[in-house]
């Protein structure tokens, strides 16, 4: 078994924005303990240092991530696609925007924006002629903050594993997972 450092139990507790009081509460232990600690000062007993491995495990357990929020299911069409197919979707699924993905990577976005001023002889036309950039992509581990920093400037945020798309949220699935 091996067993956390004073510097790999500071960074983990920074990574989870906890304070050394509030990790020091979680723990049942006080906080001058978790800064000497940190900062290898002592060698606490292994049934302390079980304690604050626990607190970080539970304060982790109660972060938000990707993964809790995302639709495995994207709605999607191919930059080769019609408009048509585009306006079509988005009419069909209540959605105003949809990804354009090719061979399950995210390449683009299209809008109802976009659609509004085409006329009928471009809706023939590909998507890819009269899509926008795609929307931004983060790992399934990234945190709710993270997420809605992305989603005050994008409509949408795709959620990637090994550059292919698993996933999306949107500022729906945001307001809906926080009411």
Do not use: C, W
């Not at 304070?19 to 900062?39: K, M």
């Not at 945190?143 to 809605?148: A, K, P």
Request: proline content about 5%; charged content about 30%.
């Amino acid at each position: 078994m091996d067993l956390p450092t004073p510097t790999d139990l500071r960074q983990r507790r920074n990574e989870l924005e906890l304070t050394q009081s509030e990790l020091a509460n979680r723990a049942d232990v006080s906080q001058p303990l978790i800064a000497r600690i940190e900062g290898g000062d002592v060698d606490p007993r292994l049934s302390t240092l079980r304690r604050i491995v626990n607190a970080l495990e539970d304060a982790e357990g109660d972060i938000i991530r990707a993964d809790d929020l995302m639709h495995e299911d994207v709605v999607s069409v191919a930059p080769d696609d019609p408009v048509s197919e585009a306006a079509h979707q988005m009419e069909r699924e209540a959605y105003s925007q949809l990804a354009v993905i090719q061979d399950g990577i995210p390449v683009g976005s299209i809008s109802q924006t976009e659609l509004v001023h085409l006329d009928e002889e471009d809706r023939n036309e590909p998507v890819a002629e009269h899509m926008a950039e795609s929307f931004p992509t983060v790992s399934k581990d990234a945190t709710l903050d993270e997420i809605s920093n992305l989603l005050e400037h994008y409509k949408a945020v795709m959620i990637t594993e090994a550059g292919q798309t698993v996933g999306i949220i949107t500022e729906a699935d945001l307001a809906a997972r926080l009411s």
